[in-house]
């Protein structure tokens, strides 16, 4: 089970950022795959989850609004685009998998990637 992110970088507030997530040697059709993120000195948050099975999604209300998932046809990348960036997005964010239904706790996922670093500056 190997997944790996893409897309992070450095943007002005305001901007916008398409983070993937892919997944290697497995299917994420049967999971829930959330998306996470770590600022320096603060704990790990879930930012959002797609159920791969039904489509449905959840936010957290941070980023309601100006994130959106999504999944591929071929379920084996998910998308997360973030829009309306504002600096405290700053953040490592990760992409993980496991559970088999949909939520933003970190301690219900059991594979994770190692990060994409997201940097807004003002």
């Known amino acids: 089970v190997q997944l790996v992110e893409s897309g992070g970088g450095l943007v002005q507030a305001g901007g916008s950022l398409r983070l993937s997530c892919a997944a290697y040697?497995?299917?994420?059709?049967?999971?829930?795959v959330g998306w996470f993120r770590q600022a320096p000195g603060k704990e790990r948050e879930g930012v959002s989850c797609?159920?791969?099975?039904?489509?449905?999604?959840i936010y957290a209300d941070s980023v309601k609004g100006r994130f959106t998932i999504s999944i591929n046809n071929a379920k084996d990348t998910v998308t997360l685009q973030m829009t309306s960036l504002k600096p405290e997005d700053t953040a490592v964010y990760y992409c993980?998998?496991?559970?088999?239904?949909?939520?933003?706790?970190?301690?219900?996922?059991?594979?994770w990637g190692q990060g994409t670093q997201v940097t807004v500056s003002s």
């Open positions: 993980a998998t496991g559970p088999e239904t949909v939520t933003t706790e970190p301690g219900d996922y059991a594979y």
């Open positions: 040697g497995f299917t994420l059709g049967y999971y829930a």
């Open positions: 797609i159920s791969t099975s039904d489509g449905r999604t």
